[in-house]
């Protein structure tokens, strides 16, 4: 997946497409969040460290299995 300047929320709603599990954004401010990049598609673990190394935002799972995307501590 190719992203040149997509927000957080398109990101989701691409990856969602692709994968069985809900993401979802847990602060509607974070859904803005500018995104470019180059994503593996079968590499969800890798996308999540990326957003959290380039643009401070962590993947939390959840117990139902969901990932729900926060704002990394500083």
Do not use: C, K
């Amino acid at each position: 997946l190719v992203a040149h300047d997509m927000s957080l929320a398109t990101l989701v709603e691409e990856l969602s497409r692709y994968h069985p599990t809900e993401i979802f954004i847990a602060e509607p401010a974070l859904g803005g969040t500018s995104i470019s990049g180059v994503f593996l598609l079968d590499d969800l673990d890798g996308i999540l460290l990326a957003l959290e190394h380039t643009v401070g935002v962590r993947g939390v799972q959840l117990e139902d299995g969901s990932i729900q995307l926060i704002r990394a501590p500083l």
